[in-house]
């Protein structure tokens, strides 16, 4: 079984990330059961604007198209700013867009039968936010999301300390973090079992 993890981080690379560190704990509980985790950081790669699979010349997102549908499970993770997804995300989810009307050789949306989950850090509040947008995006594409299906850290309200400078709250986004992995890695499995049929016309 194959995982991705999209950063959506604002930082390029090699600047540490918060985000990532946070998506490593996830990552690292479903290399526990077997699964091969791949790490993308949207934000060093040319992911143009556009709602299409291949906006043309110089368009990295094609590359990171055959990621996303070679992994059964997906992370999306994200900071928080002004309380919302970062704008790499937004634009992940955008060109995950054109995977609303693909469908695989039975019929079925390219995302079915493929669980996603969410990684959220920031030092003010807002996670819950972000989580229901990125899930409520992934769930219209057309993944499966498990209950409990995300983790975050963040410090309340008001500026403060990131995530790798704090220990505070690190215990709780750890577990939480191992529980969303085995949820995801349990229904990534189930699917495997049962898989959903193409939908009714």
């Not at 600047?15 to 990532?20: A, D, I, M």
């Not at 198209?65 to 919302?84: F, M, N, Q, Y």
């Not at 189930?190 to 016309?201: C, D, G, K, M, W």
Request: proline content about 7%; some cysteine; hydrophobic content about 40%.
């Amino acid at each position: 079984m194959r995982a991705l993890v999209i950063n959506c981080t604002l930082k390029k690379s090699p600047e540490p990330s918060n985000t990532h560190a946070l998506a490593q704990v996830v990552a690292d509980q479903l290399v526990s059961y077997g699964v091969e985790v791949q790490f993308v950081r949207a934000v060093d790669l040319a992911v143009h604007p556009g709602v299409t699979r291949d906006e043309g010349d110089g368009d990295e997102w094609p590359e990171v198209r055959d990621k996303v549908l070679d992994a059964e499970i997906l992370v999306v993770a994200s900071p928080t700013w002004l309380g919302r997804p970062s704008s790499v995300a937004q634009r992940v989810l955008e060109r995950m867009d054109a995977m609303l009307s693909e469908t695989d050789d039975e019929g079925r949306p390219v995302a079915y039968n493929r669980v996603a989950g969410v990684v959220v850090t920031g030092n003010e509040d807002g996670a819950h936010h972000v989580v229901s947008e990125i899930t409520g995006a992934l769930g219209d594409i057309g993944y499966t999301i498990p209950g409990q299906a995300w983790t975050y850290w963040h410090l309340g309200p008001g500026p403060g300390p990131d995530y790798l400078d704090e220990e505070k709250g690190r215990d709780w986004a750890h577990k939480t973090g191992r529980a969303m992995a085995a949820n995801l890695y349990g229904a990534a499995r189930a699917l495997q079992v049962t898989p959903l049929n193409a939908p009714p016309s």
